[in-house]
């Protein structure tokens, strides 16, 4: 149930319910702490009474201290350097019976000065007899009675170990430690050490003033961010994928993430890619629709033409009236039969180039390499054509671009062929590699009839009209294909006829330099 809700909610939900669940766990974790902060810091002031309360034992059982009334009292006057610091200390004999108790002491600020207040009487060598001015504490004193935690640390079973208490009296919370006063191993009494820890209530406020403060303001940022992730981020994905359901749909109104087209951030960019792709896969649809149309439209003229000839030849017996239409037939099957060639290969080189890696190439390398191959294939026809190459103005120069090699040397081919072509017999073509601004310049000129055209570069459309006479070889795509491959390599193609003293076509093409 749970992956199910993380699979199919909205990023926003999935993110509220993240911080719900890391808010619980800081929760339980904060209680924890804030349970056990108190605890720690009364149990660091009890250790701090436990050294308090050993330093004394040590000093009652070296000065060897009876635990009578008043050799009690005067140790805690004699000895009031060791509570200068504690609010209370007490000590009790072993029936849980007070015998002296610093409240009702007045002990001075000043350790080393007996208070004036403190007035001895005669002492003999069996008895003590000290009076002493009751403190301003005395009547603080009489508010509680700790006689009850003496005699509970009495009953217990482990009397080796320490009491420790914390209570909130008189609006003043107070720590007390009891422990027994050793000699020899066996108890000689209790002591008893009381202090004011109102302080302890304070750091445990601050902190948990603090971790209030802190969650408040981690659940105001998250806050912030959420609405900022849900206008900023979500709200923009949610356009996105309508637009994309609206294109499935065919939906006229796609419209909906225009807006972001504009933001300079990745939602931008993810719409300006989006947007460009679609309009692609439109112009793509449409050159596929007019393409289709188009290649009907050529195959059915010479599909008509085999049907007429193949019907003639049925009722011909004249065997040179056999021979032309055998002729027709024969041509009008190449012609089908490179149309089907020619387009099957244009959509397989426009998948191949779009997954194809582009490197760094010598365009005239490779128009060297092909023209080599042309003039070799020339050779052997009888229509005596030479290809020359122009590579003077590069002075050595390499001219690189960024593309496919094999689509480079397509490019060329299909000029050249093209160029051969429309080329009279003993005719020469000229190849000429330079650099035009930051782009890298090819041209063909050839010594044909050139183009009759107004618009010259009607040439590059699909199925262009104007061709030479063994069409058979030729499908009337080839410009067209030359134009996309150059297109996709980011560059450009024009079609002119030489000047008036000079006969032929001339095509240009240029591609940006890569350095």
Do not use: W
């Amino acid at each position: 149930m749970q992956s199910n809700f993380f699979s199919s909610s909205s990023i926003l939900k999935k993110f509220l319910v993240f911080n719900l669940i890391i808010f619980l766990v800081l929760g339980i974790f904060t209680f924890l702490y804030l349970n056990a902060i108190k605890p720690n810091l009364v149990k660091n002031r009890s250790n701090h009474h436990s050294k308090i309360i050993n330093n004394t034992s040590d000093h009652i059982n070296r000065l060897n201290i009876e635990f009578t009334k008043e050799s009690v009292t005067k140790f805690l006057l004699d000895e009031r350097y060791l509570f200068q610091n504690l609010d209370r200390v007490q000590l009790y004999d072993l029936n849980s019976k007070l015998l002296a108790d610093t409240d009702t002491l007045d002990l001075a600020q000043d350790i080393f000065v007996i208070s004036q207040d403190v007035q001895e009487t005669s002492i003999d060598k069996s008895d003590v007899n000290i009076s002493v001015s009751e403190s301003p504490k005395v009547a603080q004193a009489a508010t509680f009675n700790t006689e009850i935690y003496v005699k509970g640390y009495s009953e217990q079973k482990n009397i080796n170990d320490k009491l420790v208490i914390s209570e909130t009296i008189n609006n003043n919370f107070y720590v007390m430690t009891v422990d027994s006063v050793k000699a020899d191993g066996e108890s000689k009494g209790y002591i008893i050490v009381s202090e004011i820890a109102n302080d302890i209530l304070v750091a445990v406020e601050e902190r948990k003033n603090f971790i209030i403060r802190t969650v408040l303001l981690v659940a105001l940022v998250i806050f912030i961010f959420s609405v900022f992730l849900n206008k900023y981020v979500l709200k923009p994905i949610r356009a996105l994928v309508l637009y994309t359901k609206a294109i499935k749909e065919k939906d006229e109104k796609i419209d909906k993430h225009e807006k972001y087209l504009l933001r300079k951030d990745e939602v931008g960019q993810l719409s300006r890619s989006l947007n460009e792709m679609t309009e692609d896969l439109y112009k793509r649809i449409d050159i596929a629709e007019t393409f289709s149309s188009d290649l009907a439209h050529e195959i059915r003229n010479p599909l008509t033409s085999l049907k007429g000839a193949s019907e003639v030849l049925e009722n011909t017996s004249d065997s040179e009236k056999r021979k032309k239409l055998i002729k027709v037939i024969s041509h009008d099957v190449e012609r089908i039969e490179r149309l089907i060639t020619d387009y099957s290969q244009m959509l397989k080189d426009e998948a191949s180039l779009s997954r194809a890696k582009m490197t760094k190439i010598d365009l005239s390398n490779v128009v060297n390499s092909v023209v080599e191959d042309f003039n070799s294939d020339l050779l052997n026809s009888s229509k005596n054509i030479k290809i020359n190459i122009n590579n003077s103005n590069l002075n050595g120069s390499k001219l690189n671009v960024l593309g496919v090699e094999s689509k480079l040397e397509q490019i060329v081919a299909n000029l050249l062929d093209n160029a051969v072509s429309f080329s009279p017999s003993n005719s020469k073509i000229s190849v000429i590699c330079d650099i035009k601004k930051k782009n890298a310049q090819l041209i063909i000129e050839d010594e044909g009839p050139g183009f009759n055209e107004k618009n010259i570069n009607k040439v590059f459309n699909r199925f262009y009209s104007n061709r030479p006479e063994n069409f058979g070889e030729h499908s009337g795509l080839g410009l067209n294909i030359v134009k996309n491959i150059i297109e996709l390599h980011g560059g450009s193609i024009l079609a002119s006829n030489q000047s008036a003293n000079k006969k032929g076509a001339k095509i240009e093409v240029l591609l940006p330099i890569y350095k």
